[in-house]
T-cell receptor, first 116, second 109 residues
Framework: DAMVIQNPRYQVTQFGKPVTLSCSQT?????MYWYQQKSSQAPKLLFH???????NEADTPDNFQSRRPNTSFCFLDIRSPGLGDAAMYLC???????????????FGPGTRLTVL | GQNIDQPTEMTATEGAIVQINCTYQ??????LFWYQQHAGEAPTFLSY??LDGLEEKGRFSSFLSRSKGYSYLLLKELQMKDSASYLC??????????WGAGTKLIIKP
C-alpha cells in the first residue's frame, strides 16, 4: 500500500545531542511537510518542500534544519534539542495533480521525541 | 491574523449525536478539512468541504458556510472508539493548512 512512513516512531535523546528524524513516502507526492505538535495543541508547520524548493516558516527556530535528497525521502535535523522541543513530529505529503486529493495532506504516523 | 476557533472539549453519550463547531478567519480559502486524531497518533482525514452545504459520509457529516466562516462536524450513533480529538483546518491562499487546536470529544457509556 502506498503510504507515508516515519522512523523511528519513538525517539529519546539527551539535551543538546543532535537527532535526525526521517520520513519516506511511496505516494510520489511533490510536496512534503514537517509539523511539530505539542500535547493538546494544533500542529505547527516547520518547513515544507515543493519538489526540491525549500520553504522555511518565519518562526521556525534555527535549531531545526531539513533535507530532501529525493522525492521519496525527507529528514528533520534538530541540532541541539532542548526540553521545549519534546513533541510529536509529523510528516505529511500532498500531490499537486488530481481531483479533490490535490488539497489533502497525507500524514505519517509521527515520531514522538523525548528530550532528557 | 489567521484564526480557527473550536471548543476545547465536549462530552457525549454512546449512541447519541454530537455537533462540533468551527469558525475561521483566514487569508484566502481553498477548502476546510476535518481530521480525527487519537491520543499519540497522527491525524487521519475525515472530510473536505470547499463548497457551501452538507457532505455526508456514513456516520459523519460536515457542513460549510463560507459567507459565515463556519463549519460543523456531525457525528451520529456515537461509539466509544469515536473518543478522540477533532481538528478543523483551513487551506489558505498559499495552500497551507491553518489548524485549530482541536476539540477533545469524550464519549460516555
Amino acid at each position: 500500500d502506498a503510504m507515508v512512513i516515519q522512523n523511528p516512531r519513538y525517539q529519546v535523546t539527551q539535551f543538546g545531542k543532535p537527532v535526525t528524524l526521517s520520513c519516506s513516502q511511496t505516494l510520489n507526492h511533490n510536496v512534503m511537510y514537517w509539523y511539530q505538535q505539542k500535547s493538546s495543541q494544533a500542529p505547527k508547520l516547520l518547513f515544507h518542500y515543493y519538489d526540491k524548493d525549500f520553504n522555511n516558516e518565519a518562526d521556525t527556530p534555527d535549531n531545526f534544519q531539513s533535507r530532501r535528497p529525493n522525492t521519496s525521502f525527507c529528514f528533520l535535523d534538530i541540532r541541539s534539542p532542548g526540553l521545549g522541543d519534546a513533541a510529536m513530529y509529523l510528516c505529511a505529503t500532498r500531490p499537486t495533480s488530481g481531483l479533490r486529493e490535490v488539497n489533502e495532506q497525507f500524514f505519517g504516523p509521527g515520531t514522538r521525541l523525548t528530550v532528557l | 491574523g489567521q484564526n480557527i476557533d473550536q471548543p476545547t472539549e465536549m462530552t457525549a453519550t454512546e449512541g447519541a449525536i454530537v455537533q462540533i463547531n468551527c469558525t475561521y478567519q483566514t487569508s484566502g480559502f481553498n477548502g476546510l478539512f476535518w481530521y480525527q486524531q487519537h491520543a499519540g497518533e497522527a491525524p487521519t482525514f475525515l472530510s473536505y468541504n470547499v463548497l457551501d452545504g452538507l457532505e455526508e459520509k456514513g456516520r459523519f457529516s460536515s457542513f460549510l458556510s463560507r459567507s459565515k466562516g463556519y463549519s460543523y462536524l456531525l457525528l451520529k450513533e456515537l461509539q466509544m472508539k469515536d473518543s478522540a480529538s477533532y481538528l478543523c483546518a483551513v487551506l489558505d491562499s498559499n495552500y497551507q493548512l491553518i489548524w485549530g487546536a482541536g476539540t477533545k470529544l469524550i464519549i460516555k457509556p
